[in-house]
């Protein structure tokens, strides 16, 4: 058997490979270079072109481009209309910007347990904590699979919820053949550079509602309005404007936007490589009895932003940071996504306790993230599937 780094044996790479990275060419530094040039850093014509790309990839009727994926979910959370007495259901297993949203309205995270196999939120566990209280539900495409659209919309109309849609893992991905981004009352995109598409920080919303698209419009950009319809003293006095609730400054640069115009023009290019790796990784994978490999549903075709390396403890003689800290030795950098939300300290200062969501616990010391972006080469993957084999080797039970 091979001596593992940590041991003192060689690496099986000489370099260190992280789990995900932008990738950006000369187009890209040339539409910002453009730009730079332009008479436009912010409220310019980027956001306008970027807005219809958006549009055009999702399907969906409007979109509001924004300065981050937690700005996106925060005007959602806000134009659902969730508030102080409210209930909202969502995934532990998430990135806590997705429960974070509900707390910023005043509203009350609930969270629902995981499927097992696919880590996204179960409809069934969301039908068990529902109450006169519920108002809606974050549902996350976790890893970038989409979440079960047909049994949560069901739900959704049953109890007259609002779907808010965390779609950061997922742009690109459809559901039974539509895109994410048409599917939810809202959804949320990320466009953080780790991410399938990057704007070096931004995100979105779409909807197909125009009313939810003028509300979070307006929430964009300090509650204040040029429509005249909108206003409470409207005149025709050009430089008139009136702010008539309370909103922020969450506008994307035109900056930003012209490096993600110049991205969604690589985004099938991107994808199509992600597939491939991730279909490398999964038959590697499903051969080995000590790995789980993650279930996608058939009615998702998924562009997989995160690749999650998940260990059958009952089959190893370690636990998840010994192999993580193996897997580091090896020079393969990979990362946890994620704790379970309601394990921060700042939601059990809130009084959530651990028990609540066994399969979301289980899964979280099961799990890492393998390196998955489209600059990765064959042999990079090669590594990656090398060194798991070789912990494996060394930790079979
Ligand atoms: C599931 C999920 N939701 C929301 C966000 C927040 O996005 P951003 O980092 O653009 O604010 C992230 C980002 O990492 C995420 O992974």
Not at 31 to 56: F, M, W, Y
Request: proline share 4%; with cysteine; glycine share 6%.
């Amino acid at each position: 058997m091979e001596r593992l780094a940590i041991f003192g044996g060689i690496p099986v790479r000489e370099t260190p490979l992280g789990y995900g990275r932008q990738y950006i060419d000369e187009d890209d530094i040339k539409a910002v270079a453009e730009t730079l040039r332009s008479d436009n850093l912010t409220c310019g014509p980027k956001i306008q072109a970027v807005e219809e790309k958006i549009c055009e990839v999702t399907g969906a009727e409007y979109a509001v481009a924004v300065s981050n994926g937690t700005a996106a979910l925060h005007l959602a959370a806000l134009t659902a209309g969730f508030q102080e007495g409210d209930e909202v259901i969502v995934s532990p297993i998430t990135f806590a910007a997705s429960a974070n949203c509900i707390l910023y309205c005043g509203a009350k995270p609930v969270f629902a347990d995981i499927n097992p196999e696919t880590y996204n939120i179960d409809p069934a566990s969301i039908e068990k904590l529902i109450t006169p209280r519920t108002k809606g539900i974050v549902a996350v495409d976790y890893t970038g699979q989409s979440v079960e659209h047909n049994a949560i919309g069901n739900i959704c109309r049953r109890y007259g919820l609002t779907l808010i849609e965390d779609a950061a893992h997922a742009i690109g991905t459809r559901y039974q053949g539509r895109p994410i981004g048409s599917i939810a009352d809202m959804t949320c995109f990320s466009f953080h550079p780790v991410k399938t598409i990057t704007a070096g920080e931004g995100g979105a919303v779409t909807t197909n509602d125009e009313k939810l698209y003028r509300r979070l419009l307006r929430l964009r950009a300090h509650g204040i309005t040029r429509s005249r319809d909108e206003m409470v003293h409207p005149t025709d006095a050009l430089w008139y404007n009136e702010q008539v609730e309370l909103g922020f400054n969450y506008r994307m640069t035109d900056i930003q936007a012209a490096l993600l115009v110049s991205q969604f023009g690589k985004l099938e290019k991107f994808a199509a490589r992600r597939k491939e790796i991730v279909a490398g990784y999964d038959a590697a994978f499903a051969e080995m009895p000590e790995i789980f490999v993650q279930r996608e549903i058939p009615e998702s075709d998924t562009v997989r932003h995160l690749y999650i390396l998940r260990l059958k403890p009952e089959a190893l003689n370690c636990d998840r940071r010994q192999f993580f800290d193996a897997l580091r030795a090896e020079n393969i950098y990979s990362q946890v996504h994620y704790l379970p939300v309601y394990w921060h300290s700042y939601y059990e200062k809130l009084g959530y306790e651990k028990g609540i969501c066994p399969n979301a616990e289980k899964y979280y010391e099961e799990v890492m993230s393998l390196p998955l972006f489209y600059g990765m080469t064959d042999a990079d993957a090669e590594d990656v599937i090398s060194a798991v084999k070789k912990i494996v080797a060394h930790y079979r039970r």
